[in-house]
């Protein structure tokens, strides 16, 4: 779709894949009053796929309009939509819990649903538009995969969503057996995780912005290790000598919160180095939209697959134990981002230097290339089918 989306429209794109995901939302919550057994799992199979094919295109195109329209600022945007993302992920468990106790199963959906309604209604008046040149793209999602460094990020972001799956379909039941606690105390429990996650994904924002030279896959392999950390205490691991009292387990929902923080903008900032540094893309809607379909497409496997081996794992050994076992998973992050660390370190060269398949031609080469009415002053990149682009 990323590919593509010059062509639908970056505005269309966002607005009619809100306006469809929302009125799945709802619908969702009008099951309810479906029949049992075989009938009420097809249909929430199919309104939740279709809800998941208009979100989807929604958050891509989301995601490229504000890589367009904020050149500027453009990681500070993009950390605030990713933290609007991340923290509507883990609130929406306590809006929920809330909105259950209130009204039963129908309300929390339909509730929310009428909001996204609203909401890109609201965009359609509000949101302008962003120019976008269709052309025939010498650039594809699988450039990206192929880098070492955006491999590393995609794996690092699966897994993250894949805990945040986890985390959302087992950690409640684990309270409520464990401690008692109602829908609505667990729902405050889990607004604290997204309120630490957005001030630490926020100052990685700034950080990133003011200081461009930090290296943003070091910050990503630091939230893996404090992930890590994070979820062996949420249990907590039965290996580990601590009390199984309510203060150790909140402690790792604070460090979950600030993992996702470290994790989330660095993740976005890796991919755009890979894409406009490294494999030399224009800075262009075209580039960001492919990119933002790496983007939304590790976000939503990491999703899907998350609560399936969340909800295996803890039926098959419990929560304390399933959860201690796949955050080791997160450690296996670390190795290779020590491994490109050391050979750029050794070979003297930057992480986010130009890949080899990319040349820049100097000004010193100017008269071999005069005349040619390029308008480029001698600088042009060329791509692998020869086709050489003005970089100023």
Known sequence: MGKYLAVVGVKSCVTLGASFGSVCTMLFGILVYSPDG????????????????????AFLATFAATA????TH????????????????????????????????????????????????LLMVAMPSVEATVTKSAFS?????????????????????????????????????????????IGLIFLISPFINFIVGMSMAGLLQ??????????????????????????????????????VVL???????????????????????????????PDCIESHAVISSLYATTNSLGCAIGPIIGGSMTHAFGFPVAIALFSVISLLIIPPVIALHCYYWCNGRDMYQRADRFTRVEEENQPLLAGTGSGSNGIVRRLPNNREDSLI
């Open 38 to 57: 075989v009938q009420f799992v097809t249909l929430c199979f199919v309104v939740k796929m279709f809800e998941a094919l208009g979100m989807s295109v």
């Open 251 to 281: 402690s790792g929902v604070g460090l979950y919160g600030i993992a996702g923080g470290l994790t989330f903008i660095p993740s976005i900032q890796v991919q755009i180095k890979v894409g406009l540094q490294r494999l030399g893309w």
């Open 210 to 247: 003011r200081f461009p030279k930090v290296n943003p896959l070091t910050i990503v392999a630091s939230g893996a290790l404090i992930l890590t950390v994070g979820l062996q205490l949420m249990g907590p691991n039965p290996m580990i000598n601590l009390p199984s009292d309510i203060a």
């Open 141 to 185: 999602l699988f450039d990206l995969l192929r880098d070492g460094m955006s491999l590393i990020d995609s794996v690092t972001q699966i897994y993250f969503l894949m805990a945040i799956g986890f985390y959302d379909v087992t950690f409640s039941l684990h309270l409520k057996d464990k401690f008692g606690y109602t829908p609505s105390t």
């Open 74 to 121: 453009r990681l500070l945007m993009l950390g605030f939509v990713q933290n609007a993302v991340t923290v509507g992920f883990m609130v929406f468990p306590a809006i929920g819990g809330f909105l259950y106790d209130w009204g039963g199963f129908m309300v929390p959906f339909v509730v929310v649903g009428g909001a996204m309604l609203l909401n890109s209604f």
């Open 68 to 71: 367009s329209l904020f050149p």
